[in-house]
């Protein structure tokens, strides 16, 4: 059983950056890829940005694009999330997940059956 821990969460003013850690552990056997989603109240949760097992293919959502960089260290079983030029609209519950998979990843939350319990991200002034 894979579980996944994030954390890096906090309060960030505007203009700001916060790296996320999400962090694998248990039985962790094949290749697994990694999405980062976030959910605002009253919201649904959305796709932000995923990366594939080895790394060679990351995808992110228009709304973060050049702002957020996904990079994952396969030795220590850790996947990150740069944010960078942090807006209030950021502000949100952010939850990786996990699907076992060799090649490509998506930003959709059907395709992964692993989730962590989230780490809350605040943008404000």
């Known amino acids: 059983q894979l579980q996944l821990v994030e954390s890096g969460g906090g309060l960030v003013q505007p203009g700001g950056s916060l790296r996320l850690s999400c962090a694998a552990s248990?039985?962790?056997?094949?290749?697994?890829?990694i999405g980062w989603f976030r959910q605002a109240p009253g919201k649904e949760r959305e796709g932000v940005s995923c990366i594939s097992s080895r790394g060679g293919f990351t995808n992110y959502a228009d709304s973060v694009k050049d702002r957020f960089t996904v990079s994952r260290d396969n030795a220590n079983n850790v996947v990150y999330l740069q944010m960078n030029s942090l807006k209030p609209g950021d502000t949100a519950v952010y939850y990786c997940?996990?699907?076992?998979?060799?090649?490509?990843?998506?930003?959709?939350?059907?395709?992964?059956?692993?989730w962590g319990q989230g780490t809350q991200v605040t943008v404000s002034s």
């Open positions: 248990g039985v962790i056997s094949g290749y697994f890829a």
């Open positions: 997940a996990a699907v076992q998979v060799t090649y490509g990843c998506w930003t959709t939350t059907s395709a992964y059956n692993y």
